[in-house]
């Protein structure tokens, strides 16, 4: 227990510096264009919603181009599993209301209400994967903005934190607390 307590007390009594030396870093000269440009994060979007990914290869953010093509692959995949299971179910229903009963599915299921259900549980997964797809390609575009916006954010160069501890502020007779202050010159 006192050793949490001193742990404790040693994080928040130590000051915290984030890039105290913004100066030593090197930023190359097509990426200071995109940061001074006021259009990049249109730019992005723009190209994103031409070419899925190409706003995020245009604010060289290279790693999100997997994520989502496959996010985008696999909601077309399943979307066309759907599609095509879904034919199945109504094809056979179709011919057994027409009286054939040479389906694929005549050992498995051989109700018809069954068949119906089937073809409706994949329609609903069909639309499903719709929406997935959609939406993958909507925080496609999204992401790319964001993604552009963020990179022309301008952090300060004085950016600490140091919490500290009031010793008068606690008054153990009504309540206990601890009060962090933090200071953004």
């Known amino acids: 227990m006192k050793n949490l307590i001193f742990l404790i007390i040693f994080c928040f009594s130590t000051n915290i510096y984030a890039q105290s030396e913004i100066d030593s870093i090197y930023i190359s000269p097509r990426k200071q264009k995109l940061i001074n440009d006021p259009l990049t994060p249109s730019k992005a979007a723009f190209y994103s919603s031409v070419v899925p990914g190409l706003g995020q290869v245009y604010t060289r953010r290279y790693w999100m181009v997997p994520i989502i093509y496959g996010g985008l692959g696999a909601s077309a995949y399943y979307y066309n599993f759907n599609n095509k299971e879904m034919n199945k179910y109504r094809t056979a229903y179709k011919r057994r209301l027409a009286g054939y009963f040479d389906d694929e599915y005549i050992d498995i299921i051989p109700e018809?209400?069954?068949?119906?259900?089937?073809?409706?549980?994949?329609?609903?997964?069909?639309?499903?994967?719709?929406?997935?797809?959609?939406?993958?390609?909507?925080?496609?575009?999204?992401?790319?903005?964001?993604?552009?916006?963020?990179?022309?954010?301008?952090?300060?160069?004085?950016?600490s934190f140091s919490p500290y501890i009031e010793s008068d502020y606690f008054d153990f007779s009504q309540s206990a607390g601890i009060k962090f202050k933090i200071n953004i010159d």
């Open 112 to 159: 018809n209400e069954k068949l119906l259900e089937g073809m409706k549980f994949h329609r609903r997964y069909k639309d499903f994967s719709f929406i997935f797809l959609v939406g993958t390609y909507v925080l496609n575009i999204i992401d790319a903005n964001v993604g552009a916006h963020l990179l022309q954010f301008n952090v300060s160069e004085d950016l």
